[in-house]
Nanobody, 116 residues
Framework: QVQLLESGGDLVQPGGSLRLSCTAS????????MTWYRQAPGRERELVAT????????KYADSVKGRFTISRDNAKNTVYLQLNSLKSADTAVYYC?????????WGQGTQVTVSS
């Protein structure tokens, strides 16, 4: 069964850090572009960060540049998102996406809440 499972979401204070993980099962991520999206209440889902198949190419939303870092470990079939200097505006459900030329898979999401 194909599955993407996100973890690591939590309640954190402004300025804090979290590390999100997304582990795939039922397929190998090595041939997939992996992307983190997020969706805040009442807002559309937005791209946060994306990483190429071998990890050498990355792209970030302007709102997270310099604070978030995407990485991948193909041997562990896992992609990560390091979130630093968190702000209340980062509060959202964070989703993992795997994309190749044949289609895409989505995870169920993990909640990140930034609040004092």
């Amino acid at each position: 069964q194909v599955q993407l499972l996100e973890s690591g979401g939590d309640l954190v204070q402004p300025g804090g850090s979290l590390r999100l993980s997304c582990t795939a099962s039922g397929f190998t991520i090595s041939s997939y572009w992996m992307t983190w999206y997020r969706q805040a209440p009442g807002r559309e889902r937005e791209l946060v960060a994306t990483i190429g198949t071998n990890g050498s190419s990355t792209k970030y939303a302007d709102s997270v540049k310099g604070r978030f870092t995407i990485s991948r470990d193909n041997a562990k079939n896992t992609v990560y998102l390091q979130l630093n200097s968190l702000k209340s505006a980062d509060t959202a459900v964070y989703y993992c996406n795997a994309l190749d030329g044949t289609g895409a898979y989505w995870g169920q999401g993990t909640q990140v809440t930034v609040s004092s």
